[in-house]
């Protein structure tokens, strides 16, 4: 995964994205059961963040890719559900990347 490429961001935000998501549970639980928000406004904000991040880069990849419909809005719809972010890495993002790089030129 290099971080100087747009899919090897595009697969940082996803894991990213995936752990946020996930850490919003406790958080939830602290808020709710403790009266502790403080937690969940910290997480809320950066699940907040790594969301918009996501869906915007997983638009520009899409764009300069051509890819299908349906895989973008694949894609888009993981943010959206716990652990298929992760799900979407592995099945999707992974294997684009390793077709990068069978079609990149060897040096």
């Known amino acids: 995964m290099k971080l100087n490429t747009v899919l090897g961001q595009l697969r940082i935000l996803a894991i990213l994205e995936g752990i946020s998501y996930l ?5 939830v639980i602290l808020k709710y059961k403790f009266e502790m928000g403080l937690p969940n406004k910290i997480v809320g904000s950066i699940h907040g963040l790594l969301f918009i991040l996501y869906s915007i880069w997983v638009i520009y990849y899409a764009v ?3 890819w299908p419909l349906i895989k973008t809005l694949i894609c888009l719809a993981a943010s959206l559900l716990p652990f298929a972010t992760f799900v979407v890495d592995h099945r999707i993002l992974k294997i684009e990347e390793e077709n990068e790089l069978v079609a990149a030129p060897s040096k």
């Open 23 to 27: 850490l919003l549970l406790p958080t």
């Open 64 to 66: 300069k890719k051509k």
